[in-house]
């Protein structure tokens, strides 16, 4: 198994409402209010929050960015979208973490509702020459000019299948690309499950016979 360190990493989390929500039942301005607060919110300014609203019905879309434009949050009628990108450290997964943790616990979803995840790493080979012989593996033929791996895992004690995606990383040299995509029931214990997630995404990788270093502690 190829063992390899993570230079980038970003989440995202999209979950649609059950059913639309309308501009004043959707509270926009307690809203900003809690995503602003240090405490228990994103802490986020209030110029950091920008509202396009068109009509007194649907017609409405809240952004905020947050992180140097790193982090978005966007809500609207159908549903509400939080992502952060561009992390590096380990430092930089426990504020994703605590900060995911307190979008769920701000915005108290129903049980029943859905989140839809998708995170990505670009991970870093010694060599260009060993990033390529790892993906030859996943190679079908001689007329494959940039082979890749795709498949659907399942991994124990994880509600749903995790979709996996590892090619050539376009961003970083001598690097892949590693997507996952999966869903969650938003009934769980934030705190806990949310720590899982990257024993979650190692595992699936794993089954393709990539492994991670730990997040470095500094850049």
């Known amino acids: 198994m190829d063992i390899v360190p993570i230079e980038v990493f970003a989440i995202a989390v999209e979950i649609p409402f059950a ?32 509202l396009r609203r068109t009509d007194e019905l649907y017609n409405y879309e809240l952004i905020a960015q947050f992180f140097g434009e790193n982090g978005t949050l966007v809500r609207n009628a159908a ?3 939080f992502s952060i990108r561009n992390g590096r450290t380990a430092a930089d997964w426990t504020i994703i973490q605590e900060n995911l943790m307190r979008f769920y616990q701000i915005m108290e979803f ?3 509702t859905v989140s ?22 996943f190679s079908a033929g001689p007329l494959i000019a940039r082979p890749a791996a795709l498949g659907y895992v399942q991994i ?5 299948e995790v979709r996996v995606l590892i090619e050539q990383s376009n961003q970083v040299p001598q690097s892949v690309f590693v997507v996952w995509e999966t869903q969650f029931i938003n009934s769980q214990d934030w705190e806990t499950f949310l720590a899982t997630l990257p024993v979650v995404m190692e595992n699936s990788a794993n089954l393709f016979s990539l492994g991670f270093e730990p997040f470095r502690q500094t850049l």
């Not at 301005?29 to 809690?34: A, D, I, M």
């Not at 124990?156 to 749903?160: G, L, N, R, V």
């Open 19 to 50: 059913s639309p929500l309308g501009f004043h039942q959707a509270k926009i301005e307690e809203f900003g209010g809690k995503i602003c607060h240090a405490q228990t919110g994103l802490n986020l300014r209030p110029d950091q929050i920008r």
């Open 110 to 112: 129903e049980p029943t």
């Open 79 to 81: 549903g509400v979208k």
């Open 156 to 160: 124990a004690d994880w509600e749903k």
């Open 116 to 137: 839809m995840l998708v995170a990505h790493v670009h991970a870093k080979f010694p060599s260009l020459e060993e990033r390529d012989e790892y993906l030859a593996k």
